[in-house]
Each structure stands twice: as structure tokens, then as C-alpha cells.
């Protein structure tokens, strides 16, 4: 059973950072591609990020430049640098076990990210 728990979500104001972090387990982690999607209140979940297995990264473009996705194989763990934050960034944060783009995967419970001033 896929298992997916995130964590590192927090209230900081307009250009702060945050660092998100997802436990996976369940699955042999180092095989497949693992990505970061988010949705705000009342708006549909939208694709962040991916990483492949390779370690290629992919960024929706108003996220490109200001967050980065990494992963460490070792710790079955998939990360993402929240810099630059902006208001429009305010949501709740699911990593899934899914290709770019693909926002029905499976997915943990979420970790909120709010930022206001």
C-alpha cells in the first residue's frame, strides 16, 4: 500500500521560505517519479512539480525560479524549497507518486502553506 505523509507547512509572510518534506513508503521509491501538487481554497488540485527517477526536475512556470523539488532515494523522502513565497502560494500541498502533469494519483493528507502579510 502506497503511503505518502507530508509535512513542513506553516503561516509566513510574502517572500518567506518554507521546506516541505514527504515520507513515502510502500513502493520501491527509487523507481518511480514523484511530484508535488497543491490546491487553494475553493480552486481545483493543480500540478506543482515533478522529479524523475533520473532526477529531472519539471516546474509549473509561475513556480519556476522560486521553488525547488529534490529527493534523497536513501531516506525515501521527496522535497520542495518554497522561496520567494507569495500570497497566491497559500494552499494545501500533497505530494503524490505520479507522473508531471497527473494530479489523480495517491497522495498523502496534505501539509498547509499559508502566506499572508
Known amino acids: 500500500e502506497v503511503l505518502l505523509v507530508e509535512s513542513g507547512g506553516g503561516s509566513v509572510q510574502p517572500g518567506g521560505s518554507l521546506r516541505l518534506s514527504c515520507a513515502a513508503s510502500g513502493f520501491v521509491f527509487s523507481d518511480f517519479s514523484m511530484s508535488w501538487l497543491r490546491q487553494a481554497p475553493g480552486k481545483g488540485l493543480e500540478w506543482v512539480s515533478t522529479i524523475d527517477n533520473g532526477g529531472a526536475e519539471i516546474y509549473r512556470p509561475s513556480v519556476n525560479g522560486r521553488f525547488t523539488i529534490s529527493r534523497d532515494n536513501a531516506k525515501n523522502t521527496v522535497y520542495l524549497q518554497l522561496n520567494s513565497l507569495k500570497t497566491e502560494d497559500s494552499a494545501m500541498y500533497y505530494c503524490?507518486?505520479?507522473?508531471?502533469?497527473?494530479?489523480?494519483?495517491?497522495r498523502g493528507q496534505g501539509t498547509q502553506v499559508t502566506v499572508s502579510p
Open positions: 503524490t507518486k505520479a507522473n508531471t502533469y497527473i494530479v489523480n494519483g495517491p
